[in-house]
Each structure stands twice: as structure tokens, then as C-alpha cells.
């Protein structure tokens, strides 16, 4: 057996040739063996990141009470399939599922299904949920299509970044792909270009097609793919579903894919499953295929608006009111860190895609 990702990555290469950007992608985060998701808990202080539920519990708790609003608005549908996108380490849906049981009915309503596919993650998910809620133990899938039918109202933080990207540079000869292929010495991973197109990549935004020479577009079918599924499932079915990410309010060219690694931006290439890999989300394209699949857009609007809206001034108070010092300056020092421009308040953003017929979500009015 390769003794890394590396090693089968060269392997593939010089075997059937460079992989689009996409593919390294998905062997990164996903290979069974060495991909990143696939072999650790990533969060917190002693891992690579922190995301904005283990940032602190309010996060959660304002996402669950946004649910229980709009499944009144839903007409409280009993049973409703309570999604979840790659859940992490299930934080934020202990959270949520903790604030949601103030609306009583709705708690009793929601089966639990969350889409991941990490086994390691799973089982800090189960350790998480099955603990903060031993009667009501959630359903783990590989993906959407596992989900049974019925009425869904979906939540996703920071899952769309994760879903694998193609990338392409436009040249004075045409469009090029940019690919994963092997360095001069054979034994480390380079960036390299197929020859040129005249034809625009598919999925590029008209907004991109006429970029200036040497500019980076990106698409990602992945992620289309998954907007396309749930927009079908809310249009014909029934629901809501918000999604939270870091990206661009518009299509636009430039080059977002990173590698984050112990905190700090590492060579996307130099640690393949070692550094986690994520792409800007396109919300323009989100939208846009969010349209085409029948369902209704709202937003997207920055994440500190959207929390400030739902109520995070109000439930700060209500914690300091009961908190010593320290715990007081740490709430306030959460909510700056989820609100404030230079921090998660901006580059994150919100969006609420919903059945035509339901009135418009909290937060985006
Ligand atoms: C950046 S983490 C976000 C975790 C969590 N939502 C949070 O805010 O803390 C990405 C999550 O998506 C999962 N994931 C990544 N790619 C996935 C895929 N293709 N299908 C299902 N889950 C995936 C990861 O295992 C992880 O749980």
C-alpha cells in the first residue's frame, strides 16, 4: 500500500494522466485512507479551524429558532425531515435542537437526518447528538438522496466551501483548464494548463465569460449539484433550507482555492489529506440554480446582519445577565468575532432558498 496520498495521487498520474482540480479535491478531503475529513476532527484551538457554532453556542441556538419560525410558517408539517449538511462535530445541531424545544411541537416534529461522510466525524456527531438527546437519535446519509420524502427545512454552515471546484485560466489562445500533474522531478505535485478551448468552460457565469487574459475562473458542478437537488425537493415538496458560507455575493473571476492548515494558509499542493481545502462559494451561481430548480432565493446578506437580525444582541444580554466577569467578556468577545466586518461578519453570508408559497424567512427582510 502508497505510504500517502501523495504517493497514490503520482501513481494515478503517471498511470492514466493530471487530474482536473476537482479530483485532487475530492481525493483531499475524501479519500477513504488519507483524505483530510476522512482520517480527523479537524476543529478547534489544537486543529486547523474554528467555525462559527464552536465559536459559541448562540450561533446554533438562533439557527434552530429560525427553523422552528419557518416551520410554523410551513404550517407546522408533522412529521418534517430536519437536515443537516456536514455537520462537523454536530455542535451546531445540539444547539439548535436544544433552543428549538422552546417551540415544543416542532422539537416533537423534527425527525434528524445529517448528510456526512467522514466515519470519524459520524461518530463524534453520534457522541455529541445521541447525548444532548438520547430520544431523538438523528439518521445518518452519504447524501440528499437518502433523505425519505416529505416536507425538509436543511441547514448548512461551511459545507458548500468543502465540495470540490474545477478551475480555469483564460489564455490569448482560449479557455485553459488548470490541472494537477506531477513536477519535473516526479516526485511532488505541480499546477499545469491543458491546451486551450474556444469554447467557454460549461457552467461559467456569463458574468465571467469575457474575463482579461491570465484571469481564474471557477465553477463547481458539485456544489451546483446539490443546490439543484434540494431547489427540486423544496419546490415539489415543501420547505426551507439556509445555507451559511464564506464567498462572493456575485459570479467573479479570481483564484480562491486554499489550504488552511494548524491556522495558518499552507501550498494547496504541498500535503495532500494534511491541510484542509476549501474554495470561495459563488453565491451568485448558488442562487442561479436555485432559480432553475423552482425554488425562491432570499439574500445572500452578510452573516453579522443576518444574526444581529434574528436576535443575537438579546440573547448576549440574556447570557452575561447570568455570567461571571470572564464569562461575560468571552460572550462578548463571540459576538464581535460573528458579527464584526473584519472578522466572520462579511466575508460569511446567508442564504435562505424556500418554496415559492412561504412567506419571506426571518433575517432577510
Ligand atoms: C468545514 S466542516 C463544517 C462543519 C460544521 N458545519 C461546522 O460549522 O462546524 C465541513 C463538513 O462537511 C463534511 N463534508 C465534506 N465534504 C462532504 C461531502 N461531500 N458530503 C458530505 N459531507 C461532507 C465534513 O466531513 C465536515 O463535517
Given at each position: 500500500m502508497a505510504d500517502s496520498l501523495r504517493d497514490v495521487l503520482l501513481r494515478r498520474i503517471a498511470l492514466s494522466g493530471p487530474l482536473t482540480v476537482a479530483d485532487y479535491m475530492a481525493e483531499a478531503l475524501g479519500h477513504p485512507h488519507f483524505g483530510y475529513y476522512a482520517t480527523r476532527d479537524p476543529f478547534g484551538a489544537a486543529g486547523d479551524f474554528v467555525t462559527a457554532p464552536e465559536v459559541s453556542q448562540m450561533f446554533g441556538e438562533l439557527l434552530?429558532?429560525?427553523?422552528?419560525?419557518?416551520?410554523?410558517?410551513?404550517?407546522?408539517?408533522?412529521?418534517?425531515?430536519?437536515?443537516?449538511?456536514?455537520?462537523?462535530?454536530?455542535?451546531?445541531?445540539a444547539d439548535a435542537m436544544r433552543a428549538s424545544r422552546k417551540v415544543r411541537e416542532f422539537a416533537e416534529a423534527a425527525h434528524i437526518h445529517l448528510v456526512e461522510t467522514s466515519p470519524v466525524l459520524r461518530r463524534v456527531q453520534a457522541d455529541t447528538l445521541v447525548k444532548a438527546s438520547p430520544s431523538h437519535p438523528p439518521l445518518w446519509h452519504a447524501d440528499l438522496s437518502g433523505i425519505p420524502d416529505g416536507p425538509m427545512i436543511l441547514i448548512a454552515n461551511e459545507f458548500l466551501d468543502a465540495l470540490p471546484i474545477l478551475q480555469f485560466e483564460r489564455t490569448a489562445a482560449g479557455w485553459c483548464e488548470r490541472l494537477v500533474t506531477a513536477g519535473p522531478r516526479g516526485d511532488g505535485l505541480i499546477f499545469a494548463l491543458s491546451p486551450p478551448s474556444r469554447r467557454p468552460p460549461p457552467l461559467l457565469s456569463p458574468a465571467v465569460i469575457?474575463?482579461?487574459?491570465?484571469?481564474?475562473?471557477?465553477?463547481?458542478?458539485?456544489?451546483?449539484?446539490v443546490?439543484?437537488?434540494?431547489?427540486?425537493?423544496?419546490?415539489?415538496?415543501?420547505?426551507?433550507?439556509?445555507?451559511?458560507?464564506?464567498?462572493?455575493?456575485?459570479?467573479?473571476?479570481?483564484?480562491?482555492l486554499q489550504a488552511v492548515r494548524g491556522h495558518a494558509y499552507h501550498d494547496p499542493l504541498a500535503d495532500p489529506g494534511q491541510a484542509d481545502l476549501t474554495a470561495h462559494v459563488d453565491f451568485g451561481a448558488v442562487t442561479r440554480a436555485a432559480i432553475e430548480a423552482g425554488a425562491k432565493p432570499f439574500g445572500p446578506i452578510g452573516q453579522g446582519l443576518f444574526l444581529e437580525r434574528l436576535g443575537l444582541g438579546a440573547r448576549a444580554d440574556a447570557l452575561i445577565a447570568g455570567a461571571t466577569p470572564a464569562q461575560a467578556e468571552s460572550v462578548c468577545a463571540a459576538r464581535h468575532r460573528l458579527t464584526a466586518a473584519g472578522e466572520m461578519g462579511t466575508l460569511f453570508k446567508a442564504v435562505s432558498l424556500q418554496n415559492p408559497d412561504l412567506p419571506p424567512p426571518p433575517g432577510f427582510t
Open positions: 434552530g429558532l429560525w427553523c422552528a419560525v419557518v416551520w410554523q410558517a410551513m404550517g407546522r408539517p408533522n412529521p418534517v425531515h430536519w437536515v443537516e449538511l456536514g455537520p462537523g462535530r454536530g455542535t451546531l445541531m469575457d474575463a482579461p487574459i491570465g484571469a481564474i475562473a471557477e465553477v463547481s458542478p458539485a456544489a451546483v449539484g443546490i439543484d437537488a434540494i431547489g427540486r425537493r423544496l419546490a415539489g415538496v415543501g420547505g426551507a433550507a439556509l445555507i451559511i458560507d464564506y464567498g462572493h455575493p456575485q459570479s467573479a473571476p479570481g483564484d480562491t
